[in-house]
T-cell receptor
Framework: AQSVAQPEDQVNVAEGNPLTVKCTYS??????LFWYVQYPNRGLQFLLK??????LVKGSYGFEAEFNKSQTSFHLKKPSALVSDSALYFC??????????????FGTGTRLLVSP | SQTIHQWPATLVQPVGSPLSLECTVE??????LYWYRQAAGRGLQLLFY??????ISSEVPQNLSASRPQDRQFILSSKKLLLSDSGFYLC??????????FGPGTRLTVL
C-alpha cells in the first residue's frame, strides 16, 4: 500500500521567513501526491498536486512543493510566511483500493505556527 | 461550480443514542463520495467510500454504517453511539483519480 510520512508534528517560523513542511512517500509505481490545509474546525482545502511533469509545483496562496524522486520527498514550501498561514497541513498520496478504486491516503499532519 | 454541504455542524449525543449525519453535493453528477473521521484534530481515517448509489465500501470495521440513497447524498449512521465515536467527521467528493473536495465537517461529541 502507498503511504506518506510527515516527520514533524509542528513547525514554527517567524512571519516573513521561508517555511518548509516535510513529507516523504512510499509508493510502488509513479506517485500522485497532494497537499491540503485545514484551518481550525474546518474541512480540508486542496493546495496543490503532483501528477507528472515539472518537479516544482505551484499551488494556492503562494505555496509550492518540490517533488524529489531520489529522496522520495514532496516538501511544501513558501518563500515568505504569513501569520494567516498558521494551520494544519496534510500530505497525501493516491492509493488503489478494493476493485481498483482510487483513494487518498493522508499523513498524520503537521501544525504550522507562524509568529508575528 | 460544485459545493458540498454537511449537517449538522455540531452534535452532542448521549452514549447509546442513534446517529445520522448527512452530506450532499451540488453541481456534479455521479461523484465518488467519502466519509472520514478526524480524532484529536490530527490524522484522517477513511471510514467509507462510495462509487455510486447503493454502493458502499467500508475501510475499517466499526460501530458506524453508511448509505447512499441518492446520487449526491451520503449518510453516516449508527444505531448506538460509543464514547469512541466522538470526533470531527468530514465528507468529501472527488473524481476517481484526482484531488478530493471536503465539506465543512461535523463535530460530534458523545457523552
Amino acid at each position: 500500500a502507498q503511504s506518506v510520512a510527515q516527520p514533524e508534528d509542528q513547525v514554527n517560523v517567524a512571519e516573513g521567513n521561508p517555511l518548509t513542511v516535510k513529507c516523504t512517500y512510499s509508493v510502488s509505481g509513479n506517485p500522485y501526491l497532494f497537499w491540503y490545509v485545514q484551518y481550525p474546525n474546518r474541512g480540508l482545502q486542496f493546495l496543490l498536486k503532483y501528477i507528472t511533469g515539472d518537479n516544482l509545483v505551484k499551488g494556492s496562496y503562494g505555496f509550492e512543493a518540490e517533488f524529489n524522486k531520489s529522496q522520495t520527498s514532496f516538501h511544501l514550501k513558501k518563500p515568505s510566511a504569513l501569520v494567516s498561514d498558521s494551520a494544519l497541513y496534510f500530505c497525501a498520496v493516491r492509493d488503489m483500493g478494493e476493485g481498483g478504486f482510487q483513494k487518498l491516503v493522508f499523513g498524520t499532519g503537521t501544525r504550522l505556527l507562524v509568529s508575528p | 461550480s460544485q459545493t458540498i454541504h454537511q449537517w449538522p455542524a455540531t452534535l452532542v449525543q448521549p452514549v447509546g443514542s442513534p446517529l445520522s449525519l448527512e452530506c450532499t453535493v451540488e453541481g456534479t453528477s455521479n461523484p465518488n463520495l467519502y466519509w472520514y473521521r478526524q480524532a484529536a484534530g490530527r490524522g484522517l481515517q477513511l471510514l467509507f467510500y462510495s462509487v455510486g448509489i447503493g454502493q458502499i465500501s467500508s475501510e475499517v470495521p466499526q460501530n458506524l454504517s453508511a448509505s447512499r440513497p441518492q446520487d449526491r447524498q451520503f449518510i453516516l449512521s449508527s444505531k448506538k453511539l460509543l464514547l469512541s465515536d466522538s470526533g470531527f467527521y468530514l465528507c468529501a467528493w472527488g473524481p476517481s483519480y484526482n484531488e478530493q473536495f471536503f465539506g465543512p465537517g461535523t463535530r460530534l461529541t458523545v457523552l
